[in-house]
T-cell receptor, first 114, second 112 residues
């Protein structure tokens, strides 16, 4: 069965600093990978996704993630944090088979320090 | 509407009462999920419907929880004999197979 591990339930970075949110997955077959964001008092929305093809995926609001098969990772990065990036971020994985459900990690809350 | 809708948006009930939460997925989406999100917690998977396949009920926390999906579209999550620990935001999401999920705004359930 597939699973997702997000390292760090809380991450704090200074405004303007690099954002790195870690996600590792386990899957016996090539996965589909997703990052979702939940801003305070709002619903979840998709940031970016990897299915096939280019391993570096760009998403909204300047975020990107790189699929590294050898490391079973899909870390989320942003070169320069902005105060508006403060939110909860969820990594998710699907095995990519038609009937497989998407599994979510427990989430990482990102705090931006002024 | 174009998105996933859920009703009611808020529900306050007394301990021991039954509640029904409704989800209208995006038209044509064959996959439908229910999650629970408690204050400050992550997403807790509850149940997954995919087309005509038997639903994956592995996340339902007790036999007080049940869900159905009629005609492959609208879904209802029922909680019987509600307890205070059932208080949470219940989220519904739908998707095409293997594609990203689209989430509804959630139903905030408060059990007094």
């Amino acid at each position: 069965a597939q699973s997702v591990t997000q390292l760090g339930s809380h991450v704090s970075v200074s405004e303007g600093a690099l954002v790195l949110l870690r996600c590792n997955y386990s899957s016996s077959v090539p996965p589909y990978l997703f990052w979702y964001v939940q801003y305070p008092n709002q619903g979840l929305q998709l940031l970016l996704k990897y299915t096939t093809g280019a391993t570096l995926v760009k998403g909204i609001n300047g975020f990107e993630a790189e699929f590294k098969k050898s490391e079973t990772s899909f870390h989320l990065t942003k070169p320069s944090a902005h105060m508006s990036d403060a939110a909860e971020y969820f990594c998710a994985v699907s095995r990519g088979n038609r009937d497989d459900k998407i599994i979510f990690g427990k989430g990482t809350r990102l705090h931006i320090l002024p | 509407g174009a998105g996933v809708s859920q009703s009611p948006s808020n529900k306050v009930t007394e301990k021991g009462k039954d509640v029904e939460l409704r989800c209208d997925p995006i038209s044509g989406h064959t996959a439908l999920y229910w999650y629970r999100q408690s204050l400050g917690q992550g997403l807790e998977f509850l149940i997954y419907f995919q087309g005509n396949s038997a639903p994956d009920k592995s996340g339902l926390p007790s036999d007080r929880f049940s869900a159905e999906r009629t005609g492959g579209s609208v879904s209802t999550l029922t909680i019987q004999r509600t307890q205070q620990e059932d208080s949470a935001v219940y989220l519904c999401a739908s998707s095409l197979p293997r594609n990203e999920q689209f989430f509804g705004p959630g139903t905030r359930l408060t059990v007094l």
